[in-house]
């Protein structure tokens, strides 16, 4: 591919990729997309992939979706920008955000619409700090997440994300705090039981609350299950053992529902597939079917009031986006929660499941795969050298990269996580979609680990 006007080199010259194994660029070229039809995109090549990673989580509803297109179309020629500023804002924020309440698990709330799900995060710090130095309580600045957990890129995003790449950024920012990760096949001790691993999990918790003063603790925030960690469900009881001790300190919970909200784990929300109740929640991507950019952090009764009191007693909550609460992304969200929430949706994803994971779990039959974990319709499946002793294959090796690329080549997409090869279809997926995912993800693995044996 030396031909300086193939797209793969014009994408080179000009273009910077983000969270790209730029070996694999180097050696492939980037895959230039123009259009898709259902679960598939194409590109430039005219060449068709299954995306089993729903583009990032959040093309749930396809990459042709004509009733999404046609709400977007239909506000593009009614009101087709507009601001939340002033005391100004589109009915179509007004009805959103009734709406975002309405199928929250919150019997009444409010909502602050930012671009992206960092933005939602940085949003949800900021009316953190705001309202804890409010109504002469000590200002709380303290964040606490776990290592693994992924919750975005801008400074604070990243800082509460528990990634050992944030370090060449000099992230954490100060009072971030990680504990560890609630996945109990790598993390529990050898002869600790589930449950003792999660007992631990919440002592750490306890500790932690002692060494740092509860009165320094902002909030805990929590994906229901990480996503971008690797799809790690938490260990058994993790969050009914999590959330006593941050109600005994007054520390709120948070669910970064980014990617769990709306349907992915099986529930309308994560926490509510793990039977646990959040002051907050944190919303993007199905919010718009992946078709606006656009994040929410939707705020419980108690932290809504807080935040309300706290804004009166200034006269103004000073924060926004030009483009908090845009109309087109709006009218588009509308339409994406009705889809999502529809019967027709809703059994899909009900009728998918048992058979995703079934495919899931004869997958992980092979002797190189260590396990599989997931929730709903996100899974992985974990690649190691030696599946007693959960030995991973040696870095050098890039054993998930290889087994995503081999699938590109059969015309599949799924997304390498550490040793992991995570898959998270869309809803609309058909019985024959679903088989042609694993086929091809099963000859991928067959060629790879041949490679690597
Ligand atoms: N929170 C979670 C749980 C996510 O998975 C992501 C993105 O994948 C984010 C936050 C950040 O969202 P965005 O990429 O829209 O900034």
Redesign the pocket.
Known sequence: ETNPNSWEARADAHSFYGFTDLPTIADRGATIVTSGHGPYITDVHGRDYLDANSG??NMVLGFDNKELAEAAKAQYDTLPGYHAFFGRMSDQAVMLSEKLIEVSPFSDGKVFYTN????A?DTLVKMLWFLWGAEGQPQRRKIITRKNA????TAV?ASMTGKPYNSVFGLPMDGFLHLTCPHYWREGKDGESEAEFTARMGQELEDMIAREGADTIAAFVA?PVM??GGVIPPSEGYFQTIQPILQKHGIPLIS?E??CGFGRTGSDWGCQSYGFMPDAI?S??VLTAGLFPM?AVILGPELSDRLTRASEAIEEFPHGFTASGHPVGCAIALKAIEMVMSDEIKGNIARLIPQFEAGMARLAEKKNIGEWRGRGLMGALEAVQDKATKTPFPGNLSVSERIANACTDQGLICRPLGQSIVLAPPFILTDEQLAEMFDKLEAALDKVFAEVA
């Open positions: 990032l989580w992206s799900g960092s933005e995060n992924y919750h975005g890129v995003s994906e996503g971008a970064d980014v990617i944190i993007s991507k994040g």
